[in-house]
């Protein structure tokens, strides 16, 4: 599976649940997370989305590592079949 196929199937996981799944661009900073989600009852997570068995590159889990220390959810993304206990993670479900 593509990780287009993948982000698109997040996509619209969070817009059923009432979320927004927004392109994270932030310029002059390097390996920052593709999706941030902002979630109903304010809710919010990173994702990074990689096709299946993808690792994270050594800049993306160092931006990881931070936004979790910085206690924000922070997760890789490399099937489909994650999608509900990713957002039930972020949600608190």
Do not use: W
């Not at 990689?50 to 990881?64: E, N």
Request: proline share 4%; aromatic share 4%.
């Amino acid at each position: 599976m593509r990780e287009i196929t993948i982000e698109q199937k997040l996509m619209d996981a969070v817009r059923q649940r009432g979320g927004l799944c927004m392109k994270f661009v932030s310029p002059g900073l390097v390996g920052v997370p593709d999706r941030i989600l902002l979630m109903p009852k304010g809710r919010m997570g990173f994702v990074e989305v990689k096709s299946p068995g993808k690792k994270l590159r050594k800049i993306q889990a160092m931006r990881q590592a931070q936004l979790l220390e910085l206690g924000f959810h922070a997760y890789l993304l490399d099937n489909v079949e994650d999608i509900r206990s990713l957002l039930d993670a972020i949600q608190g479900s």
